[in-house]
Structures are given as C-alpha cells and as structure tokens.
C-alpha cells in the first residue's frame, strides 16, 4: 500500500512540473516560444541606449533585459522623439486632455532679481594722487554718456608738470619742453 502511494506522488509530482513547464512557456513567456504568430521581432535594443543591439534576447551592459524592436516600430532617428507603448503610458500616470482657447489670468505674481550688466560697465581709476574737487555723476546706477565729464580732479604731481611745462613753452628750449611733455604724459 505504501509503494502504491508513492508512486501515485511521484507521478502526481511529475505531472504537476510537466504541466507548470507548459503553462509558462505557453502564457508567460511567449517571446521564448518563437512562434510566428505576431509581429517579427527585428533585434533587441538595451533601455538605456538604444545604439545597443543584439539580435536576440539577454541582458544590457547595465544589467537590464534587452527589449525585443518589433517590424514596424523602429526608431525614428529623432533624439528628441519619445515612444511609449501602452504599458509604460500606464504606468507612469499619463493623463491627456483636449486643448481648448482659453483666457489667461491677467495678473501674475512672480519673484525676479534685477541686476546691471557687468559687460555694459567700467571703472574709472586715476594713475596719480590727488582729490576730486567736483563731482559730476552723484549716484551709483546714473547713466552716463560718452566724453562726459564724471569728475574734476586736483592733483599736485599733475600742477607740478603743468607748471614745467608752462615754463618750458615760455623758454623755447625744445629739450626742456620734451622733457615736460613726457612727464606730464606719464
């Protein structure tokens, strides 16, 4: 009676596994099945990077299953081109809606920075000491014009050579006065 129970479990056991082994190749996993029924598989692409072929199935260089490329549905050539089939649509929650003329709200409210452009300005430095006597342009941000004046300035180096040089013309001596040319130039 035993031996009869065993035997009725082992091929109650190989039955089950054989069956198993049916039902998933049959319905789990058709694309192992290689019937012609469908659409031709043309390759299979990686993901990730779609320039990653093989002409059957495995896995990418990042460890994904490659995804069979049906006849019909090759890439377009276009980078900026996205194709989703019905399955990812699904799953990432896309929703649609009909596109209508609307009136926008006339008022928004929003945050901005203002600032100048740094390429727009310059800095003016003197080379000699001295102060400013007169100043033309008050405020930072006031614009200015080309040959504006933006400041009179007082320097004693600058009176010095002027003087030199005053007193230069007034002698006539032509190396004197190139003398005090070049060091009021400099």
């Known amino acids: 009676m035993r ?7 082992v091929l109650a ?11 998933e190749r049959l319905y789990l996993n058709p694309a192992v099945q290689g019937g012609s029924e469908g659409p031709e598989i043309l390759y299979w692409v990686a993901p990730m990077d779609p320039n990653f ?28 081109e996205v194709t989703l089939n019905a399955a990812e649509i699904n799953a990432i929650g ?10 926008v709200q006339p008022r928004i409210e929003t945050v ?19 102060w400013v006597e007169r ?31 005053v007193r230069a013309v007034e002698d006539g001596d032509p190396r004197i006065l190139d003398a005090a040319r070049n060091k009021l130039m400099s």
């Open 53 to 80: 072929r093989q002409p059957g199935p495995g896995k990418s260089p990042m460890g994904m299953d490659l995804i069979p490329v049906y006849a019909g549905q090759e890439p377009s050539g276009d980078p900026a």
């Open 135 to 165: 100043l033309k342009v008050r405020a930072v941000g006031d614009r200015v014009a080309g040959e504006q004046v933006l400041f009179e300035l007082f320097s004693p180096l600058i009176a010095a050579a002027t003087g030199d040089l």
């Open 13 to 23: 056991l190989a039955a089950g596994l054989g069956g198993g082994v049916y039902v």
């Open 3 to 9: 031996g009869r129970y065993a035997a009725l479990s």
């Open 94 to 103: 896309v929703r649609t809606a009909v596109a209508r003329m609307s009136e």
């Open 112 to 130: 901005g920075f203002v600032g100048y452009d740094e390429h727009l300005t310059s800095h003016v430095h003197t080379r000699v000491e001295g």
